[in-house]
């Protein structure tokens, strides 16, 4: 159980382009799920927290109009990575968590390269 | 400061020995500590979570956790090749749901 997927794994795009990446909870609703970001060899960095039905709350210094999440279902939350820079690139990884109290379950992870 | 602080390593162990992973939090109010595995280009996967004083034991894993001296610890026992990863040490504090606090992880390598 507790197992999350991530949409794409993998994506290079054009520096101005928007990429979307889906966040899928498959065997649980998850009211809240997490996006991280992770350089090489730094480790994770909260961007923000998406809750189902109610806008995303964002980390200090994290754009909230460049990083749009949208968390519409139980069990999919996506990041709107828009108008990306090759700064973007960047190893891009979800949790979600079946409630507030309980353990954050990853996803894969995407790795976005914007050229 | 830092609210939970780990030694980035790398901590070299034989194959066989027991790896030592250590973290301290700075939220005395902490309520839960997980353990988080990360091979190398890869996201992490849980390892273990521990709630209360003492030590948890699960397979070749034992968590340990000190509340008044604000410490969590990962042992690993018989450790393999295939342990050689990055250890994240997590906090989930008081007032704040499920959101966690990570380490910046100890890199482990288990040498033959």
């Known amino acids: 159980g507790a197992v999350v997927s991530q949409h794409p794994s993998r994506v290079i795009c054009k520096s101005g382009t928007s990429v979307k990446i889906e966040c899928r909870s498959l065997d649980f609703q998850a009211t809240t799920m997490f996006w991280y970001r992770q350089f090489p060899k730094q480790s994770l960095m909260l961007m923000a927290t998406?809750?189902?039905?109610?806008?995303?709350?964002?980390e200090q210094g994290v754009e909230k109009d460049k990083f749009l999440i949208n968390h519409a279902s139980l069990t999919l939350s996506t990041l709107t990575v828009t108008s990306a820079h090759p700064e973007d690139s960047s190893f891009y990884i979800c949790s979600a968590s079946p409630s507030a109290q309980e353990t954050q379950y990853f996803g894969p992870g995407t790795r976005l390269l914007v050229l | 400061q830092k609210e939970v602080e780990q030694n980035s390593g790398p901590l070299s162990v034989p194959e066989g020995a027991i790896a030592s992973l250590n973290c301290t939090y700075s939220?005395?109010?902490?309520?839960?500590f997980f353990w988080y595995r990360q091979y190398s280009g890869k996201s992490p996967e849980l390892i273990m979570f521990?709630?209360?004083?003492g030590d948890k034991e699960d397979g070749r894993f034992t968590a340990q956790l000190n509340k008044a001296s604000q410490y969590v610890s990962l042992l690993i026992r018989d450790s393999q090749p295939s342990d050689s990863a990055t250890y994240l040490c997590a906090v989930r504090n008081t007032g704040t749901a499920s959101k966690l606090t990570f380490g910046t992880g100890t890199r482990l390598q288990v040498t033959l």
């Open positions: 521990i709630y209360s004083n």
């Open positions: 998406s809750n189902e039905g109610s806008k995303a709350t964002y």
């Open positions: 939220d005395r109010g902490s309520q839960s």
